[in-house]
């Protein structure tokens, strides 16, 4: 799957399901987490539609503000598989 799929999916997913206004204009390098948009517990959420969307799992330690609080990184984890 290419980059710009992925992109998409997930930021269908972030602004649908996650932070739930379809119509916001998620950027890449948004802090989504440092900046309000959805809450550390979400990340579970967002974990659980990586391995169902894209069959890759991303252990707990990844799953921080630190290592995926971007569109940008985000992307980057799942393409690195």
Same mark, same amino acid.
């Given at each position: 799957?290419?980059?710009?799929?992925?992109?998409?999916?997930v930021? *269908?997913?972030?602004?649908?399901?996650?932070?739930?206004?379809?119509?916001?204009?998620? *950027?890449?390098?948004?802090?989504?987490?440092?900046?309000? =948009?959805?809450?550390? !517990?979400?990340?579970?959420?967002?974990?659980? !539609?990586?391995?169902?969307? !894209?069959?890759?799992?991303?252990?707990?330690?990844? =799953?921080?503000? *630190?290592?995926m609080? *971007? =569109?940008?990184?985000?992307?980057?984890?799942?393409?690195?598989?």
């Amino acid at each position: 799957m290419d980059e710009k799929t992925v992109r998409e999916k997930v930021r *269908t997913f972030i602004t649908h399901e996650l932070i739930r206004d379809p119509h916001y204009d998620l *950027t890449n390098d948004e802090g989504i987490i440092s900046e309000g =948009l959805m809450d550390s !517990f979400a990340l579970a959420e967002l974990g659980v !539609f990586v391995e169902q969307a !894209f069959n890759i799992y991303i252990p707990d330690p990844d =799953l921080t503000v *630190t290592k995926m609080d *971007t =569109l940008n990184q985000i992307v980057a984890r799942i393409l690195r598989g």
